[in-house]
């Protein structure tokens, strides 16, 4: 029988039923295992809860370098890193706020909050070390990041402070840990920048704008179009035309036109027209022909 502890690290493997686990990293819960043997898990990216055979796990993970070997480089990048966060939260004196707290990987690293400052003249025109870290994205802000924590420049420009909040301390230390997690995990400079870069676009694109609430048809609305419906009918029973004393168009009674409703304020009483008898007549006279037309066929 596997022997598996809380908090161990392990890889998802061979389900059936829900393929999409594969390869995924989980974490042991600190519960008893079930009647059937299956051992509750924790999937690290998207914390769902689920019980799993002991033959579909593998692991424990020893420790980071283990993740660039078989069967754990099968994993996705974002589950490398959020198990490299958790071995490095398991390192003695660990802090995430603590820029000092940090494992003798900072002698590799930048570990401070960088300097900020615009591109002399010089810099501007010579060789940009930052846009060869990743092919698929040269000009992202998120290539200056990396290559200030890998020691490749010693300052970063306004843009990708203000991308990052660097100027936020615990800000820059949740961005620099994660960037040495990653590179710790094996991932290569180009795919740590894309990830970096992937993770700004998804924060920086807008919540859709919520839907209009559905108009509200009031008791008076209701009404008044009950009212013309009515009107409408009557006019066409009793052949009730008006003459718009602004527009001159001709219209039924309560009829909405220039303001007024046609037939309440002593408009004169006129004939139905259409377009091959008057050309003058507008689309709602023609409809209003018609309407009668038909209603007397």
Not at 61 to 89: H, K, N, Q, W
Not at 255 to 270: A, D, N, S
Request: neutral net charge; charged residues 25%.
């Amino acid at each position: 029988m596997s022997t598996f502890t809380s908090d161990d690290a392990l890889i998802v493997t061979g389900l059936v039923h829900r393929p999409e686990l594969n390869n995924r990293a989980a974490r042991v819960l600190n519960l008893p295992r079930r009647h059937d043997g299956r051992i509750a898990v924790e999937i690290f990216v998207g914390t769902e809860k689920v019980w799993i055979k002991p033959q579909n796990l593998q692991g424990p993970i020893p420790d980071v370098a283990a993740m660039c070997r078989p069967p754990y480089d099968a994993m996705p990048v974002e589950d490398r890193t959020e198990v490299g966060m958790l071995f490095f939260s398991k390192e003695p004196g660990m802090g995430r706020v603590q820029a000092t707290a940090f494992p003798p990987a900072s002698v590799k690293y930048n570990m401070a909050k960088p300097p900020i400052r615009r591109q002399t003249l010089e810099e501007v025109m010579g060789v940009d070390v930052c846009k060869g870290l990743s092919p698929d994205f040269p000009s992202a802000t998120a290539a200056r990041i990396v290559a200030y924590i890998l020691k490749m420049v010693n300052y970063i420009t306004p843009g990708p402070a203000a991308d990052y909040s660097v100027h936020d301390n615990r800000q820059w230390c949740e961005v620099r840990d994660r960037v040495i997690v990653m590179l710790e995990s094996g991932n290569d400079v180009g795919a740590v920048v894309a990830v970096l870069h992937a993770e700004f676009l998804a924060k920086s694109v807008p919540a859709p704008a919520p839907a209009p609430a559905p108009a509200r048809e009031t008791t008076q609305s209701r009404g008044l179009s009950q009212m013309q419906m009515f009107a409408h009918e009557t006019s066409i029973k009793q052949d009730l035309v008006y003459e718009c004393s602004r527009c001159g168009a001709h219209r039924p009674l309560g009829y909405r036109c220039c303001g007024r409703y046609c037939g309440t304020g002593g408009e004169t009483l006129v004939e139905r027209r259409n377009v091959h008898a008057h050309p003058d007549a507008d689309e709602d006279e023609v409809a209003d022909f018609l309407a009668a037309a038909l209603a007397r066929a």
